[in-house]
């Protein structure tokens, strides 16, 4: 794994986040940076897990943050059997060329349990690339 992505597993739910810079879709001179991010979520555990809900903080480089809540992720709520994975992808706009993103899903269990599913900070920097997603 790269210097940028990032891959952590709560409660026996994986989460890895491959960011990488759009360049094509930036305006430097606007202080604009536009940053898209792939994010896998795996359920190794042994029941079914429904995605809820979704927790981002976003510092750009001067250590300004920006918070972010919502329901699921990109307008869904997948639940998740047992070994199976779901995979999206989404954007943020930074005005630096550099900074970090980090938070957590809440996910109900099919027993009723409700668990904070971390997600590790990653970073969004112009430098760099997501590289190979396998």
């Known amino acids: 794994m790269d210097m940028i992505s990032s891959e952590v597993v709560t409660e026996k739910v994986r989460v890895r986040a491959l960011p990488s810079y759009q360049s094509d879709h930036s305006s430097p001179?606007?202080?604009?940076?536009?940053?898209?991010?792939?994010?896998?979520?795996?359920?190794?555990?042994?029941?079914d897990v429904t995605l809820k809900s979704?927790?981002?903080k976003i510092i750009n480089a001067e250590g300004d943050e920006h918070e972010v809540r919502?329901?699921?992720?990109?307008?869904?709520t997948p639940t998740l059997k047992p070994g199976e994975?779901?995979?999206?992808?989404?954007?943020?706009?930074?005005d630096t060329p550099f900074?970090?993103?980090?938070g957590y899903y809440i996910f109900e269990r099919e027993d009723g349990d409700?668990?904070?599913?971390?997600?590790?900070?990653?970073?969004l920097a112009?430098?760099?690339d997501m590289g190979s997603l396998t």
Do not use: P
Not at 70 to 76: A, K, S
Not at 114 to 120: D, P, S
């Open 29 to 47: 001179e606007q202080n604009r940076y536009l940053f898209s991010y792939h994010i896998i979520i795996h359920n190794e555990s042994e029941i």
């Open 54 to 56: 979704r927790y981002w």
């Open 70 to 76: 919502g329901c699921g992720v990109v307008g869904e």
């Open 85 to 94: 994975f779901y995979e999206y992808d989404s954007f943020s706009i930074l």
């Open 99 to 102: 900074g970090t993103m980090e």
């Open 114 to 123: 409700v668990i904070k599913v971390e997600v590790a900070r990653f970073y």
């Open 126 to 128: 112009t430098n760099a």
